[in-house]
């Protein structure tokens, strides 16, 4: 099968991406997609100075921005539950009401805490993130962002797209 004609755009406004593309001479898919930042880099500095830092790029953000009442929820793949859960590649942590303000370059998503509303199998339902600070910036494309657990303090950065550098 050969795709051709593959179009898209980011809008901010509503924080989705849309893409439109041909699969062989008959099909044509049009998808959307909550702004999933998949190539991204996550250090991990454990508060107890015992442990040791680590990075993860298993590591996955997803943002959902309600612009109605403009607050955002992030779902974290591949959370680390403490410090010492180097390969978190099988968790999911959700966590919904975080505040959003537009910028120049895109969207700030903070909060001073929040828990975790993720159920089911696999699902972490316990997770606390506090001192939460998300830069979504250049059009949509890139963000970075920290946030602490009990254990640990981790930063991020990553972009939509295969690049080299985040």
């Excluded at 250090?43 to 442990?51: A, C, F, G, Q």
């Amino acid at each position: 099968m050969e795709i051709t004609n593959f179009r898209g755009i980011i809008d901010l406004q509503v924080g989705v991406l849309y893409m439109t593309y041909n699969v062989g001479a008959d099909k044509t898919v049009h998808a959307t997609a909550a702004l999933p930042f998949l190539r991204c880099k996550t250090n991990i500095d454990p508060t107890d100075e015992t442990k040791q830092d680590f990075s993860s790029e298993k590591t996955q953000y997803d943002f959902r921005i309600n612009k109605s009442n403009m607050t955002a929820t992030v779902t974290i793949v591949g959370f680390a539950k403490d410090a010492d859960q180097k390969e978190a590649s099988e968790n999911i942590a959700v966590f919904e009401g975080l505040n959003v303000k537009f910028t120049r370059s895109g969207y700030k998503i903070t909060a001073p805490m929040v828990k975790s509303t993720t159920t089911g199998v696999g699902n972490v339902s316990d997770a606390t993130i506090k001192d939460v600070e998300f830069n979504i910036i250049d059009q949509g494309i890139r963000f970075n962002g920290k946030y602490e657990t009990n254990t640990y303090e981790a930063e991020t950065a990553g972009t939509m797209f295969n690049e080299k550098t985040v």
